[in-house]
């Protein structure tokens, strides 16, 4: 069965940064995009980006671009999402989300277990 | 940025039908998908491509769209429906995906 397994909670100071791994079983890695997503508490989903396994191909919401590096290692079947410049804001829990594909279309299908990352002097 | 927009709360009584807007100018070419969250855990499909229900999703969850507008409907809610519900699409581009801000749907 398809699993993502993301690394565990993390706390940093301002003005660091924060790598967050999503280790995917149970499917062929390269064959599925990985979106990143995620809810600062009490606050709604937020779509950070995506990043294609296979190619290395990414793309990022605009609200991240510039601060926000998407990779992966396929030789271990896991995918990384990068934030720098950390700040109070982006406390939150992060998301890997592996995409599932019907119809020509793609969504979001396969979630991870959630990181929380805290910022906070 | 492209932006999708839902009401922020709907109560309904036990039994009762509940609607959850979602508007959106791409949603008359691009496909809505909706997504269920109780509190503490990870989102759960409900329904893609506008009006598909997942396997496993009771037949009380459909799906509609029409213009600018998709809706998430309930029929006969039940008080385990009780949870946050977050509209999915991808702007005219199709490149980049956002969230609407989410509902908070109350049944009691």
């Known amino acids: 069965q398809v699993q993502l397994v993301q690394s565990g909670a993390e706390v940093k100071k301002p003005g660091a940064s924060v790598k967050v791994s999503c280790k995917a079983s149970?499917?062929?890695?390269?064959?599925?995009?990985i979106n990143w997503v995620r809810q600062a508490t009490g606050q709604g989903l937020e779509w950070m980006g995506w990043m294609n396994p296979n190619s290395g191909n990414t793309g990022y919401a605009q609200k991240f671009q510039g601060r926000v590096t998407m990779t992966r290692n396929t030789s271990i079947s896991t995918a990384y999402m990068e934030l720098s410049s950390l700040r109070s804001e982006d406390t939150a829990v992060y998301y890997c989300?592996?995409?599932?594909?019907?119809?020509?279309?793609?969504?979001?299908?396969?979630w991870g277990q959630g990181t929380l990352v805290t910022v906070s002097s | 940025s492209y932006e999708l927009t839902q009401p922020p709360s709907v109560s309904v009584s036990p039994g009762q039908t509940a609607r959850i807007t979602c508007s959106g100018d791409?949603?008359?070419?691009?496909?809505a998908y909706w997504y269920q969250q109780k509190s503490g855990q990870a989102p759960v499909l409900v329904i893609y491509?506008?009006?598909k229900r997942p396997s496993g999703i009771p037949e009380r969850f459909s799906g509609s769209s029409s213009g600018t507008m998709a809706t998430l409907t309930i029929s006969g809610a039940q008080v385990e429906d009780e949870a946050d519900y977050y509209c999915y699409s991808t702007d005219s581009s199709g490149n980049h995906k956002v969230f609407g801000g989410g509902t908070k749907l109350t049944v009691l």
């Open positions: 791409a949603l008359p070419k691009k496909y």
């Open positions: 491509e506008d009006s």
């Open positions: 149970g499917y062929t890695f390269t064959s599925y995009d």
């Open positions: 989300a592996r995409a599932y594909c019907s119809g020509g279309s793609c969504y979001p299908g396969y």
